[in-house]
């Protein structure tokens, strides 16, 4: 993915404001990126860009994205759709709530599926939803399979949020806040997850975060993110050892 001079607006009918601004972003195959920044600096916002999923009123209004060779500011709804899981997919920060409740969590594997994968049939989309759910970690996969999202825990939810977006065999994984509102030891798991699936599925990840812990243990290179721009950015371990920007430095000093 290659992001050059982004800039997302988002207008009302009396005025329009600029929420990122002039953002260049890459992310390499096999690769961690993070994008870290106090909240409402931009970074969901971004991601949201990349798989074409702004809220109304928002609209890319400059620079240029690129997914897998695809210029995503020039695609259409229909376009979009075909690459949203194709080649990037997403999990969001708070999973019960991007999971539907009226579903089961079967159900919502199963249509991810199907979508992506048509000339499949009913029986080997269901043991595909079997075996990603094992893939995640998710023990008693029957019970969590036949279960709605309230019955599950936050974890368990999260693990569902990643099976789904390994449903589509996406190239992209777009990590947004995975960790947020976990315990200590489900955080750990889940970061483990993602550093298993980028070695051995060779997935790239775009983490979203503003947890400097997770950045450290995880991440190859990171990009800091304030009021919509970025304002540093570096492999992660030069960050960490010899920081330049003054809010770099609060960050690394907050925690």
Excluded at 138 to 151: D, G, I, K, N, T
Excluded at 199 to 218: C, F, K, Q, S
Excluded at 219 to 227: F, G, I, N, R
């Amino acid at each position: 993915m290659e992001i050059e001079r982004l800039r997302i607006v988002f207008e009302s009918k009396s005025n329009t404001v600029s929420a990122v601004e002039d953002v260049s972003l890459h992310v390499r195959p096999r690769q961690i990126v993070a994008l870290i920044g106090e909240s409402g600096s931009g970074k969901s916002v971004t991601a949201q860009a990349i798989v074409g999923l702004l809220d109304r009123g928002g609209r890319i209004d400059g620079g240029s994205l690129r997914l897998a060779g695809y210029d995503l500011a020039g695609c259409n709804a229909k376009q979009l759709r075909q690459l949203r899981g194709r080649e990037a997919a997403m999990i969001f920060q708070d999973p019960l709530h991007a999971l539907n409740p009226l579903l089961t969590i079967g159900h919502q594997l199963v249509e991810t599926i199907r979508r992506h994968h048509r000339q499949t049939s009913r029986r080997e989309r269901r043991a595909h939803a079997m075996e990603l759910m094992a893939r995640v970690g998710l023990e008693e996969s029957q019970r969590v399979y036949e279960s709605y999202p309230f019955e599950l825990s936050g974890g368990m939810c999260q693990r569902v949020m990643i099976a789904l977006a390994l449903a589509s065999r996406a190239r992209l994984l777009i990590a947004d806040e995975p960790t947020t509102a976990l315990d200590t030891l489900v955080q750990a798991q889940i970061l483990r997850e993602l550093s298993r699936l980028r070695r051995e599925d060779g997935l790239a990840i775009l983490l979203i975060t503003h947890d400097i812990g997770v950045v450290a243990e995880l991440a190859d290179y990171v990009y800091v993110m304030k009021t919509g721009r970025i304002v540093e950015s570096g492999e992660v371990h030069r960050i960490f050892r010899s920081a330049t920007h003054p809010y770099t430095r609060e960050l690394l000093s907050s925690r």
